[in-house]
């Protein structure tokens, strides 16, 4: 397997006026291509926090973040822009669609800014990745006209846009009801077969079924935990 992001004792604290709340205390972790990650914690652990480094829209108070063996941390705003660009696609829990956009235009957007992807592969790119998220036949509908388990594979086939190594999903099925839940699970799960790294934060257990991987973020740290499934 290859080591996609290494955390080396990263810690974030923030300074209140009632004095600094430590959120991640020396974080250890190493995450791997190909393998599904869930992340679990009770409300306040730090989850967010965590999900924001990972993703190179926050910078730990110290500790390093390796990013295919690169240091991260003298990185500048462009240039975290374009990591995240290259390698990195967002889920979110409330999907994050442009209502005035069709599906198909939703997930053409990270496209736009690509400039390895030419226009005139666009449209060939978008409807390969409905496809792979079956949603050919909904390419033309608003996200207004999908449910809630359609709209969040369009977020699935935007985040893929730029083919990144990485996935972050951020509570990708709490707004879904169990089948939705189960379907969106199991196209992420078959995402990480195709060496792509998922990294999963959610309150559902129906993850577990799914995860290669379940880590705990406890008191700060992270620890691994024995997946019974």
Not at 49 to 71: A, C, F, M, Q, V
């Given at each position: 397997?290859?080591?996609?992001?290494?955390?080396?004792?990263?810690?974030?604290?923030?300074?209140?006026?009632?004095?600094?709340?430590?959120?991640?205390?020396?974080?250890?972790?190493?995450?791997?291509?190909?393998?599904?990650?869930?992340?679990?914690?009770?409300?306040?652990?730090?989850?967010?926090?965590?999900?924001?480094?990972?993703?190179?829209?926050?910078?730990?108070?110290?500790?390093?973040?390796?990013?295919?063996?690169?240091?991260?941390?003298?990185?500048?705003?462009?240039?975290?822009?374009?990591?995240?660009?290259?390698?990195?696609?967002?889920i979110f829990q409330e999907y994050n669609l442009n209502p005035y956009l069709k599906a198909d235009e939703n997930v053409m957007v990270p496209m736009l800014i690509n400039k390895e992807i030419d226009k005139k592969d666009r449209k060939e790119l978008c409807s390969k990745l409905l496809k792979l998220v079956d949603l050919s036949d909904r390419?033309?509908?608003?996200?207004?006209?999908?449910?809630?388990?359609?709209?969040?594979?369009?977020?699935?086939?935007?985040a893929l846009a730029n083919d990144p190594d990485i996935i972050i999903a951020d509570e990708p099925t709490g707004n879904l009801d169990k089948e939705n839940e189960k379907v969106i699970f199991k196209l992420l799960k078959e995402l990480s077969k195709k060496d792509k790294c998922v990294i999963v934060v959610s309150h559902s257990d129906e993850v577990l079924a799914y995860a290669d991987k379940i880590i705990n973020l406890e008191y700060g740290e992270l620890v691994e935990v024995k997946n019974d499934k």
């Open positions: 397997m290859t080591n996609v992001i290494t955390l080396k004792n990263i810690k974030k604290d923030y300074k209140t006026i009632k004095g600094k709340i430590e959120v991640l205390r020396g974080v250890d972790y190493t995450f791997e291509k190909g393998k599904f990650y869930a992340i679990k914690g009770h409300s306040g652990s730090g989850k967010t926090t965590l999900i924001r480094i990972l993703g190179l829209l926050d910078n730990p108070t110290s500790g390093e973040y390796l990013l295919y063996n690169k240091e991260t941390k003298n990185l500048n705003d462009y240039e975290a822009s374009d990591c995240r660009l290259k390698h990195i696609g967002f390419a033309n509908h608003f996200p207004r006209e999908l449910s809630g388990g359609e709209q969040q594979r369009v977020a699935i086939a935007r």
